[in-house]
């Protein structure tokens, strides 16, 4: 089992960036893959960024969010953090962040969808306001 906890939210201007960090539970970084995915009042979750616990391998999403260019997910492997670095904040990106985990398969894709990952933490929200 994987433990989840998601910190860094909070108010942001627009323009403005934070960055969000998931605390991983120890010794499980280097077995899954781990992802950032969000949930705004009234549509449904959806993936922002994949990245492979063992070699860091990533995958910013582009359709239906497109955070390429702003988003970048990496992994502290010191401290067994997942990070999300959001750059160029506008109010679209309001959202509760989770962080999400499943057990690497050798040899398939990179999982991005919902129902590929087994372990969520409780979320975190981030508003974009001025």
């Known amino acids: 089992q994987v433990r989840l906890v998601e910190s860094g939210g909070g108010l942001e201007q627009p323009g403005g960036s934070l960055r969000l960090s998931c605390a991983v539970s120890?010794?499980?970084?280097?077995?899954?893959?781990f992802a950032w995915f969000r949930q705004a009042p009234g549509k449904e979750r959806e993936g922002v960024a994949t990245i492979r616990g063992r070699d860091g391998f990533t995958y910013i999403s582009t359709y239906p969010t497109n955070v390429m260019g702003r988003f970048s997910i990496s992994r502290d492997t010191a401290k067994n953090t997942v990070s999300l670095q959001m750059n160029s904040l506008g109010p679209e990106d309001t959202a509760v962040y989770y962080c999400?985990?499943?057990?690497?398969?050798?040899?398939?894709?990179?999982?991005?969808?919902?129902?590929?990952?087994?372990?969520w933490g409780l979320g975190t929200q981030v508003t974009v306001s001025s």
């Open positions: 999400a985990a499943t057990k690497e398969e050798w040899g398939k894709p990179l999982p991005r969808l919902q129902y590929e990952f087994d372990y």
């Open positions: 120890p010794f499980a970084l280097y077995d899954y893959v």
